[in-house]
């Protein structure tokens, strides 16, 4: 198998579900390298001979990478062949996780496909807490922060709502509240018992990058400017750390975190938390 010479390559993502773990494990890898670019073609929900026929034409029309998901060892086997002939690696993602579990419990799977996405309890948990999340986005309803799990606080721009809503993903119900300078603190998040409450922290430098990025997204005209003064910046992010020491919050910078690394170290917090209140 020769290199690849251009900055540009095919990526080929074949599943019988919804394609998500291809997406997100390919990308994981695919960042890793500056200097290239996938082009995905993604193909889900491929559970018969006829879907297969159309995805290994497209493979065949642009070679390259093909990962794929697919649990019918009859695809399976056309897949691979088809890679073979074309000269394009390939590679199943479960697979060999599959034999490592079936080597370790001693017995073979369901072959359900799409096990992972059933209705089950789990699924209606996070029904139930994107419902609660999106209720309680941006200070609403703050009579019902302590049905909550985690409650974000911060300044404008710290991702309060993309992270909560990550979180919900989760099945982490998460309530969010905006710290707004000369605008008191709801009461209701004093008294709060139940709840994990974490504040997110920028830079004055970030938050005004992403500020301004916003102002220019939606064509916002004069009158923003404290806003993005940086002076005023700086009084809200210092504002927003006494806040936090004064109620014992636990507080996360979000400088550099993508959302992802925010939602991961608000649920490693979230996690250690419980276990303590369980040992307790």
Request: hydrophobic share 40%.
């Amino acid at each position: 198998m020769a290199p690849v010479t251009g900055r540009d390559f095919h990526l080929h993502l074949v599943s019988d579900s919804t394609g998500e773990t291809l997406i997100t494990v390919s990308r994981a890898v695919a960042a890793q390298y500056a200097d290239v670019t996938p082009i995905e073609h993604v193909y889900p929900m491929v559970r018969s001979q006829k879907q297969l026929d159309r995805v290994l034409a497209e493979i065949e029309e642009a070679p390259g990478i093909v990962l794929f998901t697919l649990l019918e060892k009859d695809l399976v086997a056309r897949l691979e062949a088809k890679c073979q002939a074309i000269n394009s690696p390939s590679l199943s993602i479960i697979g060999p996780v599959m034999q490592l579990f079936q080597a370790y419990l001693g017995a073979d799977t369901t072959g359900r496909v799409g096990a992972q996405h059933t209705l089950n309890a789990d699924y209606f948990k996070r029904i139930d807490a994107l419902n609660y999340t999106m209720m309680h986005d941006d200070g609403q309803h703050v009579e019902g922060l302590e049905e909550a799990d985690v409650v974000l606080v911060g300044v404008s721009r710290t991702s309060k709502t993309p992270t909560s809503v990550y979180l919900a993903n989760r099945g982490i119900r998460t309530a969010n509240v905006p710290l707004v300078p000369g605008i008191a603190i709801p009461r209701q998040l004093e008294l709060l018992k139940n709840p994990l409450v974490v504040s997110l922290h920028a830079t004055p430098e970030r938050l005004i990058q992403v500020r301004q990025n916003r102002l220019l997204s939606i064509g916002a005209g004069p009158g923003n400017e404290a806003y993005i003064d940086r002076q005023s910046v700086t009084d809200e992010v210092i504002h927003a750390r006494r806040l936090s020491m004064k109620h014992d919050w636990a507080q996360l910078d979000v400088t550099r975190r993508s959302i992802e690394e925010t939602a991961a170290a608000i649920m490693k917090l979230f996690a250690d938390r419980r276990r303590q209140r369980g040992s307790g």
